[in-house]
């Protein structure tokens, strides 16, 4: 089966319509969501809804901090950040609100563990940062392929049977078999809001049956999504910083 | 889970296992059979027995990572892999013959068969690298060739995938591969620079033409570290009937910086291809190894050999084209070849790697074949080498960069094809006659090597206002 992972779609709605369209052109039958479906963009009503129509067909969707923080203020947030979500909060209707509020902070499926931040303390929110964070999150699980996001830059990691670790950079199209003899965690690009310098959106295919997993970059429209943000009154910088993925 | 038994008459996935071909210190080799495959088969299993060497299995996955993608007649066709939650194992091409170390005991083998076999291993390096691999682990035993003669590298447990997860980039804090073959900066940790292959390559051709290895034997990490500021004898000083061509290109693949080498093995291939155009520096003529002072200085100055950030192998090879010029020297071409060099001159700013090779045909008659035209074509032959360097002065590009080459030929664009696809040519730059009579009755040439070469073509066509003007 294909799958097709999202993460950090935080409402854009060009890039994550750019991203389904390429996901289902390329035979992907199953959909993934890693959370903060909300946040930062400026269409979290067709977001959300979009995200509630996929999981009602079969679609996973697991919890974000951004989520989370619709219903649940946070401290941790940048002013920024919470300047978006106190935007978002109020464009929500109390069903989409329960929605979000609802979501699992994990989900198991087969031998893969799906995660917004990391496996070790999913509530925490840490960010996946280099290869120690990776290694305990590896090791918090005993699933062969963890996938979270929450960094917005794509990276996969891999620990050894004698819990040795690597890391590498994805390179676009270029299909990584994740091999059975050691443990994996994918780690996400963003659709929404990517921040390695590229501003395509981001996401990952997965064959459950070849075990390779894909990284993917869908250019989309993003001067209607940095318009949008305009247009709504947000912070300018969260246009800014889409056209050039920083 | 019963693991299914890897022994005589079992089955796995559809492979029938043979008998036992071979038993090394990471896998064992067994002879396989498919019913839908008639090539002879090989299934290499690992050996990841309790005890046995952790290092065996992660260079059993890099080659069950990447033998898989690899294609071309240079690497072994793959046929299937089994994962390690069941039975590991890869399923290839038997390659027939030996590998080139049976013939260890022949060394030295003539300078003529070391360059014949040295390009034949740099042809196959300069195909595995387009593929983004680097292969690690260059030596007499991983080359074999299949009866037409092409090289065919094996065992990539070793190897680096530029676009696929390393695993043996931090699995092991010592270099693995094999002491006398490795390339300096392999033991600085860098594993993603493709002349570390040429290096390797350098200590073969070192060793099959002299019969001494460069580096010695030593396995100590320190013996090893030696090759990073202790350059080896020149071959010279151990054969004095050395060809100076060959100690040339033998101390270039072996320098201690990568950047001192050939910047890709299709330039090496080149240059084993075209002996006599060899540019010879200092190098070739050395009897001594470089002075102490030069020694301490890179002992004691790391920063010379510093590890350089990741590099991207897909560009690196882009940087190093080898770029054909294919030119007329009639008269009358005066103004194309000048927006011949122009066009040339624009490449080879942006690409300081590049070399050029500037191409003449020397039309030969169909039917005069007659001897007495020997000497007159010898001159002619002549001649056209001094008008293309002569053509090539003003770009004054250093000579390790510009080679000439007069073909004679019948049909000049099939031999600039010919020319191409043997030297592994990536851009033809052709200029396209207006208004000629010779196009009118010949067909053009520049339009049939645009339309059938295998690399990039350049047609260049100088502008209107200079046709009118002649």
Redesign the interface.
């Known amino acids: 089966m294909r799958l097709a992972i999202f993460a950090d779609i935080h409402a854009n709605r060009q890039a994550f319509s750019a991203c389904l369209e390429f996901a289902r052109a390329r035979g992907a039958e199953r959909i993934v969501c890693l959370g903060d479906i909300v946040g930062y963009g400026a269409d979290p009503e067709w977001a959300v809804d979009t995200v509630m129509d996929l999981v009602d067909d079969g679609a996973i969707a697991v919890i974000g901090n951004h989520d989370h923080a619709i219903s649940t203020p946070s401290e941790s947030m940048n002013a920024v950040a919470q300047a978006a979500i106190e935007w978002t909060r109020g464009r929500l209707s109390a069903q989409q609100r329960r929605f979000l509020a609802e979501l699992p902070l994990t989900r198991r499926e087969d031998d893969r563990l799906y995660v917004h931040s990391e496996a070790s303390h999913p509530a925490r929110w840490h960010y996946v940062r280099d290869t120690p964070d990776a290694a305990r999150s590896i090791a918090a699980t005993d699933a062969h392929v963890t996938f979270c996001g929450h960094i917005h830059r794509p990276a996969l990691y891999s620990m050894s049977s004698a819990a040795k670790m690597t890391s590498f950079v994805p390179t676009s199209d270029v299909p990584v078999q994740l091999l059975g003899g050691r443990r994996w965690l994918a780690v996400l690009g963003s659709v929404g809001q990517p921040r390695d310098g590229d501003p395509a959106a981001s996401f990952a295919m997965l064959d459950t049956t070849s075990r390779e997993v894909t990284y993917c970059r869908v250019p989309y429209d993003v001067e209607a999504a940095a318009d949008r943000i305009r247009a709504n009154g947000l912070p300018h910088w969260l246009a800014d910083r889409l056209l050039v993925g920083k | 889970m019963v693991k299914p038994l890897i022994e005589p008459g079992a089955e796995l996935d559809g492979f029938t296992i043979g008998e036992r071909v071979h038993q090394g210190g990471m896998a064992t080799l067994w002879t396989v059979t498919h019913p839908g495959i008639t090539m002879p088969l090989l299934m290499k299993v690992p050996r990841v027995a309790e005890g046995e060497d952790?290092a065996a299995?992660?260079s059993f996955?890099m080659e069950?990572?990447i033998v898989p993608r690899l294609a071309g007649p240079h690497v072994p066709g793959c046929f299937g892999t089994g994962?390690?939650?069941?039975q590991?194992y890869v399923v290839m091409e038997r390659i027939p013959g030996k590998t080139l170390y049976s013939r260890i005991d022949q060394l030295p083998i003539p300078y003529e068969e070391a360059r014949v076999i040295g390009g034949q291993i740099a042809t196959a390096l300069a195909d595995l690298h387009r593929q983004n691999v680097i292969h690690h682990d260059i030596k007499p035993s991983s080359i074999m060739f299949r009866p037409s003669g092409e090289c065919v590298l094996i065992d990539f447990g070793l190897s680096h995938h530029?676009?696929?997860?390393?695993?043996l980039?931090?699995?092991f804090r010592l270099p693995y591969g094999t002491a006398p073959y490795m390339a300096p900066e392999r033991l600085l940790g860098v594993r993603d620079d493709p002349r570390s292959d040429l290096f390797s390559l350098g200590v073969l051709l070192y060793f099959f033409t002299t019969g001494e290895r460069p580096f010695g034997e030593s396995e100590t990490l320190r013996g090893m570290r030696r090759r990073l500021w202790r350059d080896p004898y020149p071959p010279r000083r151990l054969k004095p009937d050395y060809p100076l061509w060959l100690q040339e290109i033998v101390l270039r693949c072996l320098e201690i910086e990568p950047v001192w080498r050939h910047p890709t093995a299709s330039q090496l291939a080149f240059e084993l291809a075209h002996p006599e155009q060899v540019k010879l520096t200092a190098r070739s003529e050395r009897l001594q190894r470089d002075p102490l002072s030069t020694v301490w200085r890179r002992r004691f100055n790391r920063g010379l050999t510093l590890p350089k950030p990741k590099s991207d192998v897909a560009a690196q090879l882009a940087a190093g084209p080898i770029v054909v010029v294919a030119l007329d020297t009639e008269e009358g071409s005066g103004t194309l070849n000048e927006c011949l060099r122009r066009t040339a001159a624009q490449l080879l700013q942006t690409l300081p790697s590049a070399r050029l090779a500037c191409l003449n045909v020397l039309r030969l008659g169909r039917i005069t074949i007659d001897r007495t035209l020997d000497e007159q074509g010898n001159n002619k032959h002549i001649d056209r080498m001094v008008a293309l360097r002569h053509w090539a002065q003003p770009l004054e590009l250093d000579e390790s960069r510009l080679t000439v080459h007069v073909l004679e030929a019948v049909d000049p664009a099939a031999a600039i094809l010919e020319f191409t696809r043997v030297n592994h040519v990536d851009h033809v730059v052709i200029g396209a006659r207006q208004n000629s009579m010779l196009r009118t009755l010949l067909g053009s040439v520049s339009a049939k090597v645009a339309a059938e070469a295998a690399c990039t073509v350049t047609v260049v066509r100088p502008p209107p206002s200079a046709v009118t003007q002649g």
């Open positions: 952790p299995i992660v996955e069950q990572m994962d390690f939650d069941r590991p530029n676009q696929l997860p390393d695993l980039q931090e699995e």
